[in-house]
């Protein structure tokens, strides 16, 4: 009975492990990789563009032109191209400057200018509002290529909110003539005190003043076949630095020169103006000062201006 009852009890617990343990399945082998994807690549016809495709992405790679593998007709294009570009919209510089004027970041203009050297050449006329040539000073008339010459350096213009509104100066050291229709010798340190010689060819006197002119000058832009047009309007100021006489005899192959005060004025001022259409370039100075002490004789003085 015992011997039952144990083999009884083995039996059931045998079955209950067997219910409770379920087998173990095998290990499955690993499933083997999916071969890559190979990229598909297309070419244009024109060989200038490659499509390389990859899954769901598309990379496009465009080759240019070099500039040495243009054609003549790619030149021919290009002209035809600009040609129709300058007849839609002008010249390519004036479209240029005008951008730049329209810029806001465009460049501040300049203030001023200066340049190397101005020269006056002119001839110098005596007035004589007393009429004293008439009374006892008869003999003094010039001749009407009495001279003058004046060397304007640094000249500087000064731009007032515009460039065809000006205000002009410079350093000037003018040479002034003064040559006589009559055979006359001047006594140096007295004032135009002369002698009349009959043996003298030619007589003339000489003075250098160091002077600054001031002038307002008004300009407009250029005018097809004219150039520009100026006008100036201003005035002047010098100092006397030198005098000197010029003598020439008659049948004495000599020429006296005399550096000495001959009675000019000691200062030099007056009033100045310029005309200029185109390249002409006209000036004009009438001195309000005396040209001698002593003496009503003024100085007009007009010629052409050069600007270099």
């Not at 240019?64 to 002209?79: A, G, L, M, P």
Request: charge should be negative.
């Amino acid at each position: 009975m015992k011997q039952i009852l144990l083999l009884s009890f083995f039996v059931i617990q045998f079955g209950l492990f067997a219910q409770v343990t379920p087998p173990t399945p095998p290990p499955s082998a690993p499933a083997a990789p999916a071969p890559p994807e190979m990229p598909i690549v297309k070419k244009s016809d024109d060989q200038d563009t490659t499509r390389i495709r990859l899954k769901d992405r598309e990379i496009i790679i465009i080759n240019k032109k070099s500039t040495s593998e243009k054609t003549e007709n790619d030149d021919d294009d290009d002209d035809d191209d600009k040609e129709d570009m300058e007849e839609q919209h002008g010249n390519k510089e004036h479209h240029a400057i005008h951008k730049e004027n329209t810029s806001p970041a465009k460049k501040q203009q300049k203030a001023a200018d200066v340049d190397f050297l101005d020269i006056d050449l002119g001839v110098n006329i005596l007035r004589d509002p007393a009429n004293i040539s008439a009374m006892d000073d008869q003999y003094v008339n010039l001749k009407f290529w009495s001279w003058s010459a004046t060397f304007n350096f640094l000249p500087t213009k000064i731009y007032l909110g515009t460039r065809h509104v000006q205000l002009m100066t410079s350093f000037g050291w003018r040479i002034g003539q003064y040559k006589f229709d009559n055979p006359l010798v001047f006594t140096p340190k007295e004032n135009l005190n002369y002698s009349v010689d009959t043996n003298i060819n030619k007589s003339s006197l000489t003075v250098h003043h160091l002077q600054i002119p001031l002038m307002l000058y008004v300009q407009s832009g250029k005018i097809k076949g004219l150039g520009r047009l100026g006008l100036g309007f201003g005035g002047y100021a010098g100092v006397n630095v030198h005098e000197e006489s010029n003598v020439k005899y008659q049948h004495i192959d000599r020429k006296v020169e005399t550096e000495e005060s001959f009675g000019f004025e000691r200062y030099r001022y007056g009033l100045s103006g310029r005309v200029d259409v185109g390249p002409f370039k006209l000036f004009a100075n009438m001195d309000l000062s005396n040209t001698w002490k002593s003496k009503e004789f003024k100085t007009l003085e007009c010629g052409l201006w050069f600007d270099f």
